[in-house]
């Protein structure tokens, strides 16, 4: 059985990588069909560019930090059977709740750095954790469209964020709305000095290490991915499943807050959202390249980071705009997520396997 266990996950990771390069490879043969970019210019501002800098990987890496985090999230929002995407709204959301209490009380005063972005992750997660629980509930128990009821509250909660922002901590010193600057304790510090690679990559460990754990080695895990994958079964097999459902929706906005907090704290000195920034839908994505198991997160969020980093260096190297080079993530999702790109290997392999146990055991060959 573990013999079987090994060779799905490794058909697993071969669909994610293949499905890569076969992406890439189409997407670099478009561009130098349809433009006046040389493929040595290509190379060099697509291929290589996020790697060039350290700039240019600073911002990758500012890119992959909350990827990480929102794509953990949605493995158990995704893994449960749900599409909840209240974390788009969360990103925008949680971080303006954290400065009314970093601008407006006295809790932040002379507390240490790592008490400071501790707090701050504290707030984030509970808001996070709080907003992911009204779709959730009005899904389990109202029969509510959890996806309707998360896109509508997105816009809701940056509208809300920006009123935050207008009435209680905004710079009126600035020529553009923001707050003021975060105080040293109550910010994630730069690693590279110039770069976006900061403090939060270490939060974005932690919580993938503690998402893996949750998701295959803890009993949560397991009743999440029956109810994901067989409702009826896990309901059959005595299963609350209306309660796990509502457990895994609720890590998941924990873990969107949690992303929110290292983006809106690492990536930028001032509160400065005035619009959604795409990271909730992202982790979407991101989860579904890394097939709703937390263990590819990194690898998946990476490519993603990798994918958006390379159109903007291509975009400001060519006249390739940067919506052509997207496309290489809807045909890296198209081959991920087809349920039957490599079946047929992954079918005969364990069927080889299969065989091979049951001769040893000394059972009928069929």
């Known amino acids: ?11 697993e990771l071969l669909r994610v990588v293949l499905g890569l390069v076969l992406a890439y490879i189409l997407t670099l043969v478009i561009i130098i069909l349809t433009s006046d970019v040389t493929p040595q210019e290509v190379i060099t501002n697509f291929v290589l560019g996020p790697f060039t800098t350290s700039r240019r990987f600073g911002q990758l890496m500012g890119k992959f930090i909350p990827y990480v985090l929102g794509g ?84 809701m909660l940056l509208y809300l964020s920006l009123w935050f922002l207008k009435i209680f901590f905004a710079d009126r010193s600035q020529a553009f709305l923001c707050s003021p600057m975060y105080p040293d304790n109550a910010s994630f510090f730069q690693i590279l000095e110039g770069t976006n690679l900061h403090a939060g990559i270490f939060v974005s460990i932690i919580g993938w290490v503690v998402a893996c754990l949750m998701f295959n080695r803890m009993r949560i895990g397991v009743k999440i991915r ?31 807050g949690a992303a929110a907090c290292v983006d809106a704290f690492g990536m930028y000195t001032r509160y400065q959202y005035s619009v959604l920034t795409n990271i909730g839908m992202d982790a979407l994505v991101v989860a579904v390249i890394a097939r709703k198991k937390p263990i590819f997160i990194p690898l998946s969020a990476f490519v993603l980071a990798y994918i958006r980093t390379s159109a903007v ?17 809807a045909v890296l999702i198209f081959f991920v997520a087809a349920q039957s790109f ?15 146990e049951n001769k040893e055991k000394g059972g009928a060959v069929v």
Not at 1 to 11: G, P, S, Y
Not at 313 to 329: A, D, G, H, K, R
Not at 343 to 353: C, G, R, T
Request: net charge positive.
């Open 342 to 356: 490599l079946k047929k290997s992954k079918e005969k392999a364990i069927y080889k396997i299969s065989m091979e």
């Open 72 to 155: 953990c999230g949605m493995c158990f929002i995704y893994g449960c059977g749900r599409f909840n995407l209240i974390g788009e709204g969360i990103v925008n959301f949680a971080p303006a709740v954290a400065c009314i209490a970093l601008f407006n009380t006295s809790i932040f005063n002379n507390l240490p750095w790592i008490a400071g972005v501790g707090l701050l992750l504290i707030i984030c997660c509970a808001v996070g954790g709080g907003l992911a629980m009204v779709p959730a509930v009005g899904r389990e128990k109202l029969k509510i469209s959890e996806m309707v009821t998360s896109i509508i509250m997105n816009y």
């Open 1 to 11: 059985m573990k013999k079987v266990q090994r060779v799905e996950a490794l058909f």
């Open 226 to 256: 029956i109810c994901g994958s067989n409702g009826m079964f896990a309901r059959y097999s005595g299963l609350n499943t209306t309660k796990i459902v509502l457990i895994a929706q609720l890590i998941g906005g924990i873990y969107a």
């Open 313 to 329: 260096v291509l975009n400001l190297s060519t006249n390739i705009p940067i919506e052509f080079v997207n496309m290489m993530q």
